[in-house]
């Protein structure tokens, strides 16, 4: 088979129930239904992390974030502007691979790998960027800061090119640029990374969403992001290249679970290990390749693109390393009694492992600072309501045995284990902030008058 040209588009912050494909009331997403009905839609599919940068570096690399050195930085969840750390120059991504198996990269979006120049999507096999380097909360805002925030940059690959830009038509320009690059290399493999700006805090949504959505500013932009997908889709079908591309459709991380936000049925949300925090949709498109309408309710998890679309490629996964990932080709493409190939997923806050699940089971070791034995059957309650520990002491046990068994290798803070195959993060000297604040600067500060962060 030939190799296919990948879209992967990544949202921020959007919950498990936000779309109509995954039983959303409230947000109308007639092109993401669409995408589902003609593809396959993933009903048990994880992020490596309920927070952007380590859910990010995890599906750049295919590795859980702590392996890499992504579980908290120096203190925090996620990166900040000007931060010494990113990933690290030696990572091997998935645009490294497809760029080295003669794809044209580019991502447009919300890169939250590292801002340093060393840590930019260009040093990470990426050809071309456009987009922000982190989240859209992380500029000039109306809430009060002890020191005024650098301004939020737009880059276009290494250089700043606009300051604190209009929120509100981001996702025009992103498509724009998107399209762009489609059309630009049509007659080549291409992998187009699109990583939203929606539905991150604030939500500056362009007028015509907002007026007609019925679950205010959130429902605007999940049907923006909709929107978005509509035109991507038509324009591959337009250059007759929709046979020749997968599009792969998912989010970074659970909904805060507020604001018109929904991880229904699942408990919990964004910062938590609940089913809300890690459990995300996904769907993927591709005509003759993945049959139309498929469900699939095997673990399958973001560490899985790496190797399944190295192999998409022609490439095999680095092998001088460990990677988390599998190939999941055979989920993807409906085989007959094709089953996960993870044993065990884990769900780690920050350094800390919290949870594991193997098969339906779904064991919580660590919670608010303590530890905690709670089982949950996720096929009978997928709500995580019903602690039956008591009743299943040879599952705890075994899922106790696995998470023992991680905490070796990848190390877990709760316990204080270092983990014996983690490799670190990148780290500069005298990091800089990529915009310095600036009185005389014009910045359309009346568009920011949002205090929202998230
Ligand atoms: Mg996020």
């Not at 030696?90 to 990269?105: P, R």
């Not at 539905?199 to 015509?208: D, E, F, G, I, K």
């Not at 780690?348 to 608010?368: E, F, I, M, N, T």
Request: charged share 20%; with cysteine; proline share 8%.
């Amino acid at each position: 088979m030939s190799q296919p040209n990948i879209i992967l588009i990544n949202c921020d912050d959007l919950g498990y129930g936000d779309l109509g494909c995954y039983g959303s009331q409230a947000n109308k997403t007639p092109h993401l239904d669409r995408m589902a009905a003609e593809g396959i839609r993933f009903s048990d599919f994880y992020m490596a992390s309920s927070v952007c940068s380590p859910s990010r570096g995890a599906m750049m690399t295919g590795c859980y974030p702590r392996r890499i050195g992504f579980g908290t930085f120096e203190g925090f969840g996620v990166l900040f502007p000007g931060q010494g750390i990113g990933l690290h120059p030696d990572e091997i991504t998935v645009a490294e691979i497809l760029k080295g198996q003669g794809y044209a990269t580019k991502i447009v979006g919300k890169w939250h790998c590292g801002d340093q120049p060393a840590f930019l999507p260009t040093r990470h096999g990426f050809d071309s960027y456009y987009g922000l380097p982190y989240s859209n909360d992380m500029g000039i805002q109306a809430s009060p800061l002890a020191t005024p925030a650098p301004p939020l940059p737009l880059l276009r690959d290494e250089e700043v090119i606009e300051e604190q830009p209009d929120q509100a038509s981001l996702t025009s320009r992103y498509v724009e640029e998107s399209v762009r690059f489609i059309r630009d290399q049509r007659n080549r493999p291409f992998f187009l990374y699109f990583a939203h700006m929606h539905v991150h805090l604030p939500h500056y949504v362009a007028w015509r969403f907002l007026k007609t959505a019925i679950n205010g500013p959130y429902g605007a932009a999940v049907e923006c992001i909709d929107w978005s997908v509509g035109v991507l889709l038509h324009e591959i079908k337009r250059l007759g290249l929709d046979e020749k591309t997968l599009v792969i459709f998912t989010s970074d991380n659970g909904s805060r679970g507020d604001r018109g936000g929904s991880n229904r049925p699942l408990r919990g949300g964004k910062f938590t290990t609940w089913e809300g925090g890690l459990r995300l949709p996904c769907i993927m498109r591709w005509p003759g390749a993945i049959p139309a309408g498929a469900v699939c309710h095997e673990i399958a998890t973001a560490m899985d693109f790496l190797p399944t679309l190295a192999r998409l490629a022609g490439a095999a996964p680095p092998a001088d390393r460990i990677i988390d990932g599998k190939d999941i080709r055979p989920l993807m493409v409906g085989a007959p009694g094709a089953t996960s190939p993870h044993e065990a997923f884990f769900y780690y806050l920050g350094d800390r492992l919290q949870a594991v699940r193997s098969g339906p089971w779904k064991l919580h070791v660590w919670r608010d600072s303590a530890t905690v034995q709670e089982l949950y059957n996720l096929a009978h309650d997928l709500g995580e309501t019903r602690n039956v520990a008591a009743d299943h002491p040879d599952v705890v046990a075994d899922l106790e045995a696995k998470a023992a068994a991680m905490r070796k290798d990848v190390g877990d803070a709760a316990t204080g284990a270092e983990g014996s195959n983690c490799r670190p993060a990148g780290r500069v000297e005298n990091p800089q902030t990529l915009t310095h604040h600036d009185p005389e600067h014009p910045y359309l500060m009346a568009m920011y008058d949002l205090p929202d962060r998230g």
